[in-house]
Each structure stands twice: as C-alpha cells, then as structure tokens.
C-alpha cells in the first residue's frame, strides 16, 4: 500500500468523527450523572477546544487560514483531556476509556499528518 493522501485522505473524516463522538458522549455522561463541576467545565472545554480546532482545520483546508491555527486549540484540547483523566482517573472507567478513545484518535491524526508530509 502506498502512502499516501489520495489513499489515506478518508481516515481524518473518521478520526475526526471518533474524537467528536467520544467528546460528546463524555460531556453528556458527565452532565448526567452529575459528576461535579470541575468534571463538567473539563469535558465542555475539551469538547468546544476540539470543535474548534476542527472548523480551524477545514477552513485552512479551504484557503480561508493558515494551516497552524488549528494546532493550539488541539493542544488546548489535549490538555483539557489529560486534566480530566486525572481529575476522573480510578472513579469513572467510562469516562476514562471516553477520553483515552478521544486522546488516541487526536494522537492517530497528528501522526498521519505527519506520515503524510514526510
């Protein structure tokens, strides 16, 4: 197989899809089983940081910004996941595999982009 972005190009739509249904799911099991409020502000950043860099990163697709502006909203939203592991870790498995699913498809993404300019 060969690496490339016409081969490869279909897996970002999905990697973007995970990371948005995991988000989403943690932020709406969070509010549900009133796990606090700190819980509640981590997943609403990390969710609203990941929509965020996603709108960035179609609209530098487009040519209407730079293609850097979406990477400090993902860092934000890394950041935001890693503080609500730690903040959740040990009381809340869901949550946990919620976020690290979430995590890892952010991870899969950069690593693709990066595959794919070298």
């Not at 409020?37 to 860099?53: F, N, P």
């Amino acid at each position: 197989m060969v690496l490339s972005a016409k081969v490869l190009w279909p897996l970002f739509p999905l990697l973007l899809l995970v990371v948005v249904v995991c988000l989403t799911w943690a932020f709406v099991h969070v509010v549900r089983r009133s796990s606090g409020a700190t819980a509640v502000w981590l997943q609403g950043a990390a969710l609203a940081g990941y929509l965020l860099a996603a709108a960035a990163a179609v609209a530098s697709e487009r040519g209407a910004m730079s293609a850097h502006v979406h990477r400090p909203f993902s860092l934000l939203t890394q950041l935001a996941i890693a503080l609500a592991l730690f903040h959740m870790w040990g009381k809340d498995r869901s949550l946990a595999t919620l976020n690290v699913v979430a995590w890892g498809a952010i991870l899969a993404d950069t690593a693709l982009h990066y595959v794919l300019t070298r």
